[in-house]
């Protein structure tokens, strides 16, 4: 069975493992906080989608009731008469 390859960057140069380790702690954070980053952008594009599909027609309301001369009470806005 062939062995699948890595997306690990391998280390170039000379020194081993010395420098190597600091590296990679360098990278997982960063890669870590990327990840993290990525996921809260989607959760909160998610809530906004969410908050905005459900508070639209509410909105709307909300503002044909204050604007306009007669003040409309809800009921009269929401009836189909």
């Given at each position: 069975?062939?062995?699948?390859?890595?997306?690990k960057?391998?280390?170039?140069?000379?020194?081993?493992?010395?420098?190597?380790a600091?590296?990679?702690?360098?990278?997982?954070?960063?890669?870590?906080?990327?990840?993290?980053?990525?996921?809260?952008?989607?959760?909160?594009?998610?809530?906004?989608?969410?908050?905005?599909?459900?508070?639209?027609?509410?909105?709307?309301?909300?503002?044909?009731?204050?604007?306009?001369?007669?003040?409309?009470?809800?009921?009269?806005?929401?009836?189909?008469?």
């Open positions: 069975m062939a062995s699948r390859p890595s997306l960057p391998k280390p170039k140069g000379k020194g081993g493992k010395r420098g190597s600091a590296a990679e702690d360098e990278q997982s954070t960063s890669a870590v906080a990327v990840r993290l980053v990525k996921e809260w952008s989607t959760l909160t594009m998610k809530a906004a989608k969410v908050a905005a599909h459900w508070g639209f027609i509410p909105l709307i309301i909300v503002v044909g009731m204050n604007s306009g001369d007669p003040k409309p009470s809800l009921f009269s806005l929401l009836s189909p008469v």
